[in-house]
């Protein structure tokens, strides 16, 4: 039923729907296929869950085309709520919503098509203020996911009723689907927008004073408008670092389900498993949680020299945030291989974290700024300095890991996001919600 080539896991199939079987188990396989939707609707009757809808046809893979279009519904009334409600696995989607409010990417894949692609079948694309209020009414129906997350429009209005241009073109993952979905060839949300550091803001005065919370505030308003030596850039940080620390726990508490629910490939599943062993150090639990951030966050494709095109895999986005090596014997092999990618690609280097040492013990943690590297007693405190030289000398983080540091600097120091707002205010959101109660 689920298969490695599909890919199929145990949250997918909660929300799988029947034609899917049928297109997993095709004729001549009829009697396969019986056993399996028997199978699986006993499965999601035990797990308080919907069974498969019953309605299509037992031989055609694909329902005709009109099967639901038959209901009379006029245009304004057929509503994301409305789609929603009316597809089984939008109900479960929405029953899931109730239990827990972080949406995992194939979530927001799955409502981004039921909500555009039944409404362009009945009735054509959807209109620039059509796209506002689905996105208006999924921010209220799915409240941990930013409403700008659904729908960006290029013009707003002012309370004089004239309009103000925000963006060249409109973004988001309706207007995408919205421009991209075509009708099959065969016959066949009010929510307020998160602030940069997640929805919940973050309760600092059981781990902090106000004094120090003030004085860090007073400290980064101090790191944007002034770039001095290193010595006083040190000096002024010093005092900061209890905010960084424990806000690195929540960080590591609340990224955990989602790191469960959304990494898929082999390698990631490896590094969550190995977060797991009782043998490893917290400096290695640290450092494979921030490796894992590449697993999870976009990588875009990027125009390097020659206009060559570029999309960064996994571990290139990650070698550019932390870089580990089993020795010190293999320092020099690894930078010169990593300088000279970079140089090729017309990529400026930034700074990094190297780790060296067994991965599950490791030894030495260096902050790595160009020819210059600064030793350092643990991985955390190699994160600490690492981020605010990058906002100390106003460094622009590396375009390949730039929703990695983006979501680190956010969620740890406040400052805000630079790239994707909507994609990292959502993490941070989700972040702070995954919380054990007290």
Known sequence: MGTPKNQYT????????????EELIPPPYLAERTKCVHG?????????????SPDCPTVSVQPEKGHTQNEKIAREGCTASYLLNSSSKGRVLLQKCQKQTFLTRADKKAITHLVIDDFKDRFGKLTPTELQQRASELGKLFPGEPEDGWYQPTFTKNSAG???KLRKQAKGRLYDRNINYREPVDNQNDIQQPSTSGVKPFDVKQIVSKEQESEYQQTKAWFVNNQD????????????????????????????????????????????????????????????????????????????????????SILETRQSVVIHINDLSELNDTLRGFFDRSRERGIETTPFILVHGELKKPTGFLVWNNVVSYKLPNFLKALDICLKIYKAYNIEFPRHSLAVWDLLATFLLDFDPVSDKATISGLCAAIRQKQPSQ
């Open 162 to 164: 004239q309009k103000i």
């Open 10 to 21: 145990i949250e997918t199939l909660q929300i799988i729907e029947r034609k899917e079987i």
């Open 229 to 312: 030596e290193w010595e006083e850039v040190k000096q002024k940080w010093k005092a900061t670092k209890t905010l960084l620390f424990n806000r690195w726990t929540e960080l590591f508490i609340g990224i955990r389900p989602v790191l469960n629910a959304e990494v898929t490939d082999v390698d990631g599943k490896h590094l969550i498993a190995l977060l797991d062993d009782d043998d490893i150090s917290e400096d290695t639990r640290n450092l494979i949680t921030v490796s894992l951030l590449a697993h999870i966050l976009p990588s875009p494709h990027l125009t390097c020299s020659g206009k060559r095109r570029w999309k960064p």
């Open 40 to 52: 699986l609707n006993n499965w999601r009757a035990a797990q308080g869950l919907p069974p498969l």
